[in-house]
């Protein structure tokens, strides 16, 4: 799991500086996914630990990040497209898209870490 979390990470960097970009560089906080995306990385690497108790403990925080990427993510979307629609102005579809990005590529991220938690427990009880 710990090359997944460095491949998840390395999306969420790279959508940050997307979302960046295609906002103008004048948005920072486009760059919230990569906030979320680096720390994925460098836990992922150390999560490739041989100790176990040390790849636990990396994985569970990596998946507390994640589970947080996600929430944020998907409330901000949420709370942006309700805000807009009930002013009656347009949606920024690129920041919209962004979120939804994040909020898709950690829910994923997530799921994965869980279904592995499970499986993980699963073999030490066989």
């Given at each position: 799991?710990a090359?997944?979390?460095?491949l998840?990470?390395t999306?969420?960097f ?7 970009v ?7 906080t486009?760059l ?5 995306g680096?720390?994925?990385v460098v ?5 490739k630990?041989p100790?176990?108790?040390?790849r ?7 998946v507390?990040?994640?589970l947080?990427g ?8 949420i ?8 002013m ?10 962004a979120?939804?990005?994040m909020a ?6 997530v799921?994965?870490c869980?279904?592995s ?10």
């Amino acid at each position: 799991m710990a090359q997944v979390s460095i491949l998840f990470g390395t999306l969420l960097f790279v959508l940050g500086v997307l979302a960046y970009v295609m906002t103008g560089s004048v948005h920072p906080t486009a760059l919230i996914p990569m906030y979320f995306g680096l720390p994925l990385v460098v836990f992922g690497i150390l999560a490739k630990s041989p100790i176990e108790g040390r790849r636990k403990l990396f994985m569970h925080i990596n998946v507390t990040i994640g589970l947080l990427g996600f929430l944020g993510a998907a409330s901000s979307a949420i709370h942006e497209y309700g805000h807009a629609r009930s002013m009656g102005v347009e949606v920024d579809m690129k920041a919209l898209s962004a979120q939804l990005a994040m909020a898709v590529i950690t829910f994923i991220y997530v799921n994965l870490c869980v279904r592995s938690f499970i499986n993980a427990r699963r073999k030490m009880t066989e």
